[in-house]
Each structure stands twice: as C-alpha cells, then as structure tokens.
C-alpha cells in the first residue's frame, strides 16, 4: 500500500482565499483524522470520521473550516476564507479503528499570505 | 480525558551515548500507548506501541519503551544513537472507550558528533 497520500504537498495563499486540502486513507482504514501542527500549539486534532461518519470535529477552531468524507477513500479539509493564522501543516492520518496505531501521511503546507 | 505530558522539550546526546526519553500520561484505565518519530519535513512514523501484555516493548529503529504502571510512565530509551536520530519524537495515548490519540508536546532530539 501506498501509505496515506496527502495533496498538494505545499499550498500558499492568498489571505481571503478557500483553500482544500485532500487525503487518501490506506485502503481498508475506516477511522480517519485530520491534526495541524504548529510551532505554537503542538499537534492538534481538528476532526475525525469513522466510516465516513465524523465522530468528533471539536478540535475545528472555526465555522471556516469544514472537513468531509464522501466515501471511505476520500476526505478534504476545506477554509474558506484563509488567514494568515492559518498557516500551519496539515496532517491527515487512518486506522484500521479504535485502539490501533495511526498512520499518516507527509502533510500539507500551508502558507496563508 | 486522557492526556500526555513529555517533561523534555529538548535534549542534546553524543553520537553512541544512550538516549531516554520520557513519556507521562493520564487516564483512569489501560491505556494504549505509541511512541512516534517525525524527521524534519516529514510525517510522523509509528516507532512502538503498547496494548498488552509484556510491559518492555521493543520498536524499529532499535528503541524500546517499558510501560510502568505504577509511575503512569511510557519512556522510550535507546542505547546507542546514531545521528540520523535526530528528530522530534511524540508519545501518544488512547483509550478503550475512544478512537482518537492525544499527544504529548513532542521532544526534539539533537546527536552531536
């Protein structure tokens, strides 16, 4: 399997702009999370599905952000507008459910100018 | 809630000296325990994890980790580093009851020649 295949690698954007982000989990997986790292706040996670359903979008810091699963090997993670503030690395990562290890994907880049 | 504290933000080991690193969680039950490695630029990789049974666990990359009850404890130890160790390294918790992981701060690792 091809791991976690996160898109694009790197994004930079105008403050304003929608921005998508989008994850392939591993074939098979049926829980998926969405995590943005930062310097300042560690690992956070925004949202996670399981089955396509999500469970828990808590960590989502605004009505601008918005994440869906269409189907078991798809999901994006939309902000609509961007702000600087945004900009961070997005993290997409799947587990074959609850109690097994998460494995992730390189991240997004985001860069919010 | 579970939670994981990582005291170390930042430690510095000479090549070929042993490393430790420490991991402290909170949860009321078993937990399930990972420990995971992000080289700079990249995603996180799982190096160990603890559900069961014997409580010293041994991981790729030559790591172990010894869960201790009685301390709250997960440490991560290595006897002999080599430089490409140097990364930022993240305990991680789950529960029985959740399919979210909470992670630590994170501790960076520095290998001086």
């Known amino acids: 399997d091809a791991g976690v295949i996160q898109s694009p690698r790197h994004e930079v954007t105008e403050m304003g702009q929608e921005v998508t982000l989008r994850c392939k989990p591993i074939?098979?997986?049926?829980?998926l999370f969405w995590y943005r790292q930062t310097m300042m706040r560690g690992l956070e996670l925004l949202i996670y599905?399981?089955?396509?359903?999500?469970?828990?979008d808590s960590g989502m810091p605004e009505d601008r952000f918005s994440a869906k699963m269409p189907n078991a090997s798809f999901s994006t993670l939309k902000i609509q507008p961007s702000e600087p503030r945004d900009s961070a690395v997005y993290f997409c990562?799947?587990?074959?459910?609850?109690?097994?290890?998460?494995?992730f994907g390189q991240g997004t880049r985001l860069t919010v100018v | 809630a579970q939670s994981v504290t990582q005291p170390d933000i930042h430690i510095t080991v000479s090549e070929g000296a042993s490393l430790e690193l420490r991991c402290n969680y909170s949860?009321?039950?078993?937990?399930?325990l990972f420990w995971y490695v992000q080289s700079p630029g990249q995603g996180l990789q799982l190096l160990l994890k603890?559900?069961?049974?014997?409580?010293l666990v041994q991981g790729i990359k030559g790591f172990e980790a010894e869960f201790k009850r009685s301390q709250s404890s997960f440490n991560l130890r290595k006897p002999s580093v080599h430089w490409s160790d140097a990364a930022e390294y993240f305990c991680?918790?789950?529960?029985?009851?959740?399919?979210?992981?909470?992670f630590g701060a994170g501790t960076t690792v520095t290998v001086r020649a």
């Open positions: 599905f399981n089955n396509n359903v999500p469970i828990d």
């Open positions: 074939s098979g997986h049926n829980s």
């Open positions: 990562a799947s587990s074959a459910g609850p109690n097994t290890e998460a494995f």
């Open positions: 603890y559900f069961s049974g014997d409580t």
């Open positions: 949860y009321g039950a078993t937990p399930y």
């Open positions: 991680a918790v789950g529960t029985t009851n959740d399919y979210k992981l909470s």
